[in-house]
C-alpha cells in the first residue's frame, strides 16, 4: 500500500471534543460555514483508495460507538452529501471502500438483533416523543 492510512485511535469525548472534525476525512473550509464531510488526499491508485474509505468507514464506527450521543444526527448524510459520485477517476475508491465497509459492519450489527423488532421500538420512541412535545405545546422537530 503507497498511500499511508490515517491514525486510529479512540474518540471519546472530551470537554472540548464533540464535533464530527474529529474524523480524519472532516474538514473545516475557509470558504464554507460549515465542515466538509469528505476531504480526501489526492488518489494515485483504485485499491489504495478502497482500503483508505474502509479505514474512514472504521473511523466513523468507533466514533459511534465512543459517541453514542451523536447518532441520529444525520453524519452519515452529511458525508455522503459532501462525496463527488461522479468522479470517474481512483478518488472513486474512497467512497466504494466507505460505503463497502458500512454495510459489512450494518451486517454485523443485524446479526445481532431482530432488526423490524428494533425498528418497530424507534417508532414507538418517536411517537411518544412527538406527544410529549404536543402536551407541552411545541412544535415537533424544533427547538421551542
Not at 460507538?65 to 444526527?73: A, E, I, L
Request: proline share 8%; aromatic share 10%.
Amino acid at each position: 500500500m503507497s498511500q499511508a492510512l490515517p491514525p486510529r485511535r479512540h474518540y471519546r469525548p472530551k470537554p472540548h471534543e464533540t464535533q464530527a472534525t474529529q474524523l480524519p476525512f472532516v474538514r473545516h473550509l475557509p470558504q464554507r460555514g460549515q465542515p466538509h464531510h469528505w476531504q480526501m488526499p489526492p488518489a494515485d491508485d483504485y485499491v489504495d483508495a478502497c482500503a483508505y474509505g474502509r479505514e474512514c468507514a472504521a473511523h466513523l464506527a468507533q466514533y459511534l460507538k465512543d459517541n453514542p450521543d451523536r447518532h441520529s444526527k444525520g453524519l452519515l448524510g452529511k458525508i455522503a452529501y459532501d462525496i463527488d459520485f461522479r468522479d470517474p477517476h481512483h478518488a472513486r475508491g474512497y467512497w466504494v471502500g466507505f460505503f463497502n465497509y458500512a454495510e459489512q459492519l450494518m451486517v454485523l450489527g443485524a446479526l445481532r438483533c431482530d432488526v423490524f423488532q428494533h425498528v418497530d421500538s424507534v417508532h414507538a420512541l418517536q411517537r411518544a416523543q412527538v406527544a410529549k412535545t404536543e402536551l407541552e405545546g411545541k412544535t415537533p422537530g424544533r427547538n421551542s
